[in-house]
């Protein structure tokens, strides 16, 4: 296309299997009615046992695990013989007619196991489907944000449960501080003020709701007991918004509570297969296979709760909208995702900078600029409204920022006088590669944390400085590819480089495959792939293995290789848009 850096194809034609094609769509159907059938019939109600075929196979977390390994490998093996074949004898063997039945039959049943894998049988083997340990954060929360904020969740909780079943020993963090004291102590001095915080109706629901996850046969007073340890609800306003409208006509129930997950996972499904309309059944159901064994988004840590999915489904349908060039759905999708869990504005900003690219070069390509940047904000601005109508949205906005500054840091410390730097065992970025001690195993005492938050302090300039550099390398490339490629380039490297957070938030890397999909350069785009897809594996098999520790996994393995696979991918890129012969050129 006219307009475009050398090297870059700015094409998306589907497949031309045109039967196969318009019905690619059954099998997420057919995923959504089989995860749906198992939660209404297993877990819409308290107390009611899983599956059958749970017990009779002795499924555990680590068969699931395994099942992940075992089918990335095989999507590897299969994207290694395509990647051989297209080399070597071209797309004419590709097109037999035994090859295609082979090769569709392969992906359609690797579709359909991982999916019901990801979306159920691995969050059930934690004995209920559904998240009540995270419900308590992001659908309780929200529904009493109005007295609770962010920041009495944990002491009114404490205030509403007997000692009998929260003891007094209980562990619980300030939600203000971060830092730590018991539940007597909440009781004593912060717990009586709760109940001033609410109406007498108010205070008798939120007490019902309480017991509710106390219930054993709902939830249960250990999962409460730990929940009091973790960091809160830090939702945004958007997402807080969405859950008291949902509250406002649903009743407070269990029942409730799983339709709330069970929506997350229709919305996935229908991204995956707006994806895969996008961009053909072949590289779509690549795309949802790599999705589904993904090693840092395994669904059973934010699946299966309330709201906690749905900015990954708009990533992935504006992302989709980016390819078929409906810029307005792309950018108003982005927006809603970045409303949600606001670090998805960095896709918007690549795909800003692949647009502006692509305008500088063909101004005929000025409108499509346009309607992707009025189609953002006037989503932004609806979503906006949407949360006015539940409070103040000034007030809304200020608390929540408050809240990030204080979840940016670790807790507090009286011995280094300030805070600990934060390095959750979950951690991924390039801020882990900086703060690596030698975690790689079970028998690892793990490191002085006050060592390491002065070591680090030392050392971050130079964190600062990598990190930013590989973002404006990122940046410049943006300028020189296309739409989707850019967004997903510059918003995974800046994440990645500036932001390093929890695992399961790079789930949209999943989309790795759709990036390379653009170059001409077919081999090598599928050969960076399988190298993309390995160090997935990698992390798949140290998840299986005894000595599996969640540091050992994140902040050391995948860190380290996705940091070794952004600069090939960087310098493949860079000699594809012929920048490097341009820098050559240069006296």
Known sequence: MAGLAPNVDDRSPPDKSATFQR????????IFLL???HVLT???EGGTPRAWWFAEYDIRVKDTERFMLYAAGVLACCTAIRTIIFRIHGEQVLRRRVVKIGYRAVLLSLLVTTGFNFFYVRRASYNHWWHCYDSFHYGLNPKFY???GYEYLYDCAVEASPTKTIWHKTDVRNLKTYGFTNAKTVRKSRGPACKARFTPERWEEFDDAVDLFLDKEQCGAGRVRAAFSDQGYNGTPFHRSLMQTFWSFAPLERGSFVLL????VFAVCVAHLFMTRAIGWRRGYTFSIFAFTLVTDRFSIIGGSSMRLLWLAAIIIAMAALIRKRWATAGAFLSVSAMLNVFPLLLGVGALLGLTGAAKRDRQRLPDLRRFAVGGLVSACLCVAVTATQGDLVGGYRAFMHDMEVHADGPPNAKLGGRLEKTPGYGVGLKFAFTYRGEHGKKHGGYNRVKLTKEFAQIEPVYRILGWTLTGIAAVLAFHLAAAEAALMFGFIAFFSLLGTVAYYFAFVSLIPVALMF???RATAELLFLLFLLTSIAGLVHLV????TATSLNRTLITFSWLGWIGLWLVWTIRRTGLLPDIRERP
């Open 23 to 30: 019905w690619a769509w059954l099998p997420f159907v057919f």
């Open 35 to 37: 995860v749906a059938g």
């Open 42 to 44: 297993y877990e819409y």
């Open 146 to 148: 109005d007295e609770l």
């Open 261 to 264: 997950a069970l929506f997350d």
């Open 519 to 521: 170059s001409r350069h």
């Open 545 to 548: 293995s005894p000595q599996y």
